[in-house]
C-alpha cells in the first residue's frame, strides 16, 4: 500500500534574534502507512510536537516537503487546505483547553459536523449530526445523558474522552495525538491508551502519538521513533526499537523502563541536560551526554542507517543487544 503521509527533510527554524535561528524541527524524513500507529518520543523540547503540527499543516514549514494521501501540501494555501483538514486531525494534551466551557458536549461534539460538509459533499442535516454525535459518545464511552452538559462537569479522562470524540467526528484518516495522556493521572492514562488502542482495532485509525513516556508509547505503537535536538536518531518496529535498542539515547531511555528480562544489566543513566537547539552540538548531536562518545562523534555527523530490516539508527557506534537484553557499546 502507499504511505498516507511522507515527510522529506523536514525541516522548522524560527528566528530567535541577534542572528540566531532555532532549530525545532532539523532535516525529519520519515513515511506513516494506512493503519500504523506510529510512536513518537522523546524529551521535552525535542521538537516531537512541533513534528506533530507541521505534518498537520498547523504551522508553516521552513523547508522540506509533507505529502498526504498523494497530495503535496507543504505549501497549500489554508483555503485550499480547508476541504483536507477533515481527513486530518489533531488531539492536544490539555483536554480543557480545547473544550469551550460555555458550550455543552452535545454542541461541542456537533460544531465539526455543521462546519464541514459530509463526504456527498452536501451539508448534513440535522438529524445525521446527532445521530452521528451520539455514535461517537459511544464510541468514546461516555453516555448519551451527558450530551447536554458542561465541560466543567467532567473528570480530566472524560473531557480527552470528549476531545478524542471530536476529532473522530470528521472520520479522519489520520490524528496526531499530542502529549494526549501526559496532563492526566496514572490510573485513568491507562483507561485512554486503551482507548486508542481499541478506536484503532474497531475503525483501522492510522495514528501518530506524540508521547515523552516509552511505557505509554509501547502500548499504543507498531513503530517508534525516538527524537533529540530536533532530528530521529532510532525509528522502528517498537520491539527492536525498544527491547534491541541500537543508539545510546535510546537505550538510556528504556533503561527507566521496567524490562522483561530479569537481571538485565541496564545502561548508565542519562545525565547532564539537552543542549539548546539554537546551539546544537557539532558532530553526534548527542555526544554531549552519550557514555560511549569517541573523538569521531565529535566531528562528523552520523546519518540513520540501517541496523536491521525497517529498523535504523544514527550513531557511529550502534550498541548490540545481548540475549538477555542488556546492550554493550
Ligand atoms: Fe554516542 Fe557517538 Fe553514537 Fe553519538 S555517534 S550516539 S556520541 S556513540
Ligand atoms: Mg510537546
Redesign the pocket.
Known sequence: PAPLMVVRNLSKTYYVGHGRHLVAVDGISLSVMPGEMLGLVGESGCGKSTLGRCMLRLTDISAGQVVFEGRDITTLPERRLRPLRPRMQMVFQDSSACLNPRRRIGDLLAEPLRVHRGPDGRRRSAVDIERRVRDLMDLVGLPAAALARYPHEFSGGQRQRINIARALALSPRLVVADEPVSALDVSVQAQIVNLFADLQARLGLTYVFVAHDLAVVRQVSTRVAVMYLGAI?EIGATDDVLHRSA???TAALTAAVPRPVVGATPPPPLGGDIPSPVNRPA?????TR?????D???AEA?ALHSIRPGHEA?????LAPHRDGSVD?
Open positions: 536518531v543508539h545510546p539515547y558532530g553526534c548531536r548527542f555526544h552519550c557514555p560511549y562518545v569517541q569521531r562523534c565529535r552520523p544514527a550513531c557511529h557506534f550502534p557499546a
